[in-house]
Structures are given as C-alpha cells and as structure tokens.
C-alpha cells in the first residue's frame, strides 16, 4: 500500500495519455499528427518548458466535449487513488480551452462531474484551481476570472503556469487582487525556469499562499530563510524538473537539501502523463536516487496535507494526518 498523500501540483490537462487522446481525436474527428501512440510517445523528449507546452497544447485539442474532461479526471483520480493520493487540488487551463472555443461551461461541468463522484469512486477528496496562462495577457486573465464567476462554488482558488521566463507575477497584479476580493485561494508557478525575484514576486505582489515549483529559491539564502520562516509551502515535481532539464539528473535534485533547511517541501506530478510518473512514482523515484529515508518520505506526506487547502474541513484533515502518521514501511 503506498504512503498516503495529498496532491497539490497537477495539471489536469497533463494526465492525457496517448491511448486516451487517440480515443477522443477518434471520437471527434480531430486529425493528430502522429501514426499511433507509439509515435506520439516517442515525442516526448523535451529540451525546456517551452518544448513541452508545444506539444501539451496540441494534444488537449482533443478535449471537446464536457464527457471528454469528466473522462480525463475520472482516470486520473483512478490512476492517483492507487498511488496512495487521498486528496487532490487539480489546476486546469480554461483559456487553453477557451481560445479553441470550448466554452467554460463546458470545461467546467465536465470537472465537477468527475469529482462529484470522486469520493465514492477512488476514495479521493478533489478541489479545483483554475490557473490564467502567463504568456497571455493579463486582461484575458480577467475576463477568464469574470467568466467563472457562475462557477466560483467549484473553484477553490487560481493558480498561474505556462511560460514563466519574461511574464512576472507583476502582470497579474490586478487579477489576484480580485480573486482575493472573490474569496479564493491563491497559488503560482515561480522558480521552475525563472529566477527567485519572480517568487518574493509572488509572495509580495500576488499573495500567495503556495509556491509551485519554487525550485530555484535555493540561489537565494536570504529567499529560502524566508520561505522557511514563513513555512511557505513549496509543491516541488522531481520526475517533471527531470524531464524538462531544470535538473540534469535525478540524484542532483535539490530537495535533500531544502529539507535540510527546513522548507515545508512537498512532491507531486505536474504532467504525469508526460513526465513519467504520477504521485507515488515521484515518491519512489526521489527515494531511490536521492535516498530519503522512510521519516524523511513521511514529512513530505504530512507537508503535503498541511499544504492542502482543506481549511474547511479539518477533520479530514486530522483524519489523512493521522494515516500518515500510522503508515508502515515494512508493511
Ligand atoms: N503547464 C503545465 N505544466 C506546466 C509546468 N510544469 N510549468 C508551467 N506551466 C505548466
Ligand atoms: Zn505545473
């Protein structure tokens, strides 16, 4: 049985795997640009963020209808039941959808539906966070807040990702400011491929309450003995650093150290299905190459729910506390 944990790093848009969108092209009579899914996997070698999102949008354009996104999130709650998630807070991309003219709505009610049913089908609590894209502009940024206004009673909080290099927190200084005023919660990708400025950025100007990545604090003592002061989460995703060459190998990833500093780090996937592993597979991974021990495994599980955004219900979280806490190794 693997270690209980909550996810908090995990693009709902980046667990379409090959088998699935040859599905759904089929389906909707979207012509993908490769033979099979053989061919499609073996696109998956990327240089840098940028190289990713190429592909990670061309390939949601087969996302079309509200069944396809009930669909996604159903077998990537199935997928992260069975690696030990008990809690997922699940970002989705709405203008990557919205720009192709799916409409909200749409994208919307396919998400809740799946998580309508999560509890009872994987034993997974989900929430949603809705993430404006960086390289777009901040006021398309606000009409997407605007626009989801109907749905603000499944939204937990926004979230900020896509090309992070050369778009600052800055730019969506407003955009926080009202979705603070909406009574979300508030999180951002900073330090995956941009330097630590953007993450006392999005602590100072955006407010918020996670750091996503957050990788490249430690240049920075003075950051991370901030960060630690502040116990500011961090959702670090090793195999994804890996994969997008932010980290050359496994073994020289950072997080023994930012342990050792103290920072309240946690592990997720990011974009499972292109990155190789989904929540327990990270786990894993960072165990063997960087050898963590069991106590260190465990802290990375308890931080991931004190990380969580689970403050309206704190007997499930005491509850999925208190598995981490009686959770065997040898077992
Ligand atoms: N969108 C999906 N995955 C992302 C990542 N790792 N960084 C920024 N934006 C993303
Ligand atoms: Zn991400």
New binding site residues.
């Given amino acids: 049985m693997p270690l209980p944990k909550a996810e908090l790093h995990l693009?709902i848009?980046?667990t379409l795997e090959p088998e699935l969108a040859f599905e759904l092209a089929t389906r909707n009579g979207v012509e993908l640009p490769y033979a099979d899914t053989e061919e499609l996997r073996a696109a998956y070698r990327f240089s840098d963020?940028q190289s990713?999102?190429d592909l990670?949008y061309a390939l949601m354009t087969v996302l079309r209808t509200e069944d396809d996104f009930a669909e996604l999130t159903d077998a990537y709650l199935a997928r992260a039941a069975a690696q030990g998630v008990r809690h997922a807070e699940i970002?989705f991309?709405p203008q990557a959808h919205t720009s192709r003219g799916v409409e909200l709505d749409t994208v919307v009610a396919g998400l809740v539906r799946a998580l309508e049913r999560a509890e009872e089908r994987h034993g997974v609590s989900a929430q949603l966070i809705m993430?404006f894209l960086r390289d777009e502009s901040a006021e398309s940024a606000m009409a997407t807040l605007e626009a989801a206004k109907p749905h603000l009673a499944h939204i937990a909080g926004v979230g900020l990702?896509?090309?992070?290099v050369g778009h600052p927190p800055e730019k969506f200084r407003e955009v926080y400011e009202a979705a603070g005023r909406l009574g979300l919660r508030k999180v951002a990708?900073a330090g995956?491929e941009g330097p630590p400025e953007y993450i006392r950025s999005a602590l100072d100007v955006l407010g918020v309450e996670r750091i996503?990545?957050g990788l490249r604090a430690m240049e920075d003592p003075s950051l991370v003995a901030r960060l630690v002061r502040e116990r500011m989460p961090l959702t670090l995703?090793p195999l994804?650093n890996v994969r997008?060459r932010t980290i050359d190998v496994l073994k020289n990833h950072p997080l023994p150290r930012m342990l050792e500093a103290g920072l309240m780090a946690t592990v997720n996937s990011?974009?499972p299905a292109y990155f190789g592993g989904y929540a327990d597979d990270n786990f894993l991974a960072v165990r063997e190459a960087l050898g963590l021990e069991d106590e260190q495994l465990r802290l990375l599980a308890r931080n991931s729910f004190l990380a969580s955004f689970l403050e309206h219900d704190e007997e499930r979280r005491s509850r999925y506390l208190a598995e981490v806490d009686a959770y065997d190794f040898a077992g």
Avoid: I, K, N, Q
């Avoid at 990702?161 to 992070?164: G, I, L, T, V």
């Fill in positions: 693009h848009e980046g963020l990713f999102l990670y970002f991309d993430c990702d896509s090309a992070e990708h995956e996503d990545h995703c994804s997008l990011d974009d």
